[in-house]
């Protein structure tokens, strides 16, 4: 029992001493206090230069910040001056390839046209000698047909006619016929092929422009090696209407 009271009492020391001692404290505190704040003023000017040298600090950091900031914008424009000198040395060599390119392709151009109008000029020869072939087998072919008929006089060869009118063709004032003849009177056109109707139409004008230019009616005959099948009966109805002989294989 007397143990209890011994440890409660010594408990209730321990906080009265506690207790005191933080008194103690309180007041060193403010001893110490009012040693280096003596007054409101002085605390309040304390307080004051401690604000100027925080303001000074952040001043300074600003500054250096400004610097560095300024430094970085300085090396950013010479990266992007150096960039931009690049890129541009890039499209200075890209035009020049550029411009190599088309000067290649213009003579590979120029060959290519060169080769093709030597091929076109190997067509047209060929075409030519085809169309002086077929006349001359058109002519021989007619020419047998008159001579079984009794008839002497023969058609010539490509007659020309000058058509101040424009009648024939639009662009053009010759008007050029196989095979005329005044006399039997006869106009034929001699045609490797037939492929449309526009070759038709174009001796139906050449025969009304020299029927009308020696005013009477001329034997009119056709003369082709072949007839796209698919206007075959085209052409044979075009020429049944219009009084045309037509002569094929």
């Known amino acids: 029992m007397s143990d209890m009271i011994d440890e409660k009492i010594e408990k209730e020391i321990q906080q009265f001493l506690d207790q005191e001692l933080e008194k103690r404290l309180k007041h060193v505190q403010l001893d110490l206090l009012k040693e280096v704040f003596l007054t409101r003023d002085e605390f309040k000017k304390e307080m004051e230069r401690i604000q100027e040298r925080f303001d000074a ?93 009794g008839i002497s006089t023969f058609p010539r060869l490509r007659a020309h006619f000058i058509d101040q009118d424009h009648e024939v063709h639009a662009g053009t004032t010759d008007v050029e016929v196989d095979l005329f003849s005044a006399d039997i009177p006869l106009i034929g056109e001699c045609t490797l092929k037939i492929t449309d109707m526009a070759k038709l139409d174009i ?14 009616k001329f034997k009119r005959v056709v003369f082709t090696l072949n007839i796209s099948p698919t206007i075959q009966a085209n052409v044979e109805r075009f020429c049944q209407q219009w009084d045309i002989k037509l002569i094929s294989s």
């Open 57 to 149: 600090m952040q001043a300074q950091m600003d500054k250096r910040f400004d610097a560095m900031q300024a430094q970085m914008d300085k090396r950013f424009d010479a990266m992007q001056a150096q960039m931009d000198k690049r890129f541009e040395q890039m499209d200075k060599r890209f035009d020049a390839m550029q411009a190599q390119m088309d000067k290649r392709f213009d003579a590979m151009q120029a060959q290519m046209d060169k080769r093709f109008e030597n091929v076109y000029k190997r067509f047209d020869a060929i075409a030519l000698d085809f169309g002086t072939a077929i006349e001359k087998i058109g002519y021989a072919f007619i020419k047998d047909s008159l001579e079984a008929q």
């Open 203 to 216: 001796f139906l004008r050449k025969i009304n422009f020299i029927e009308k230019r020696y005013q009477k």
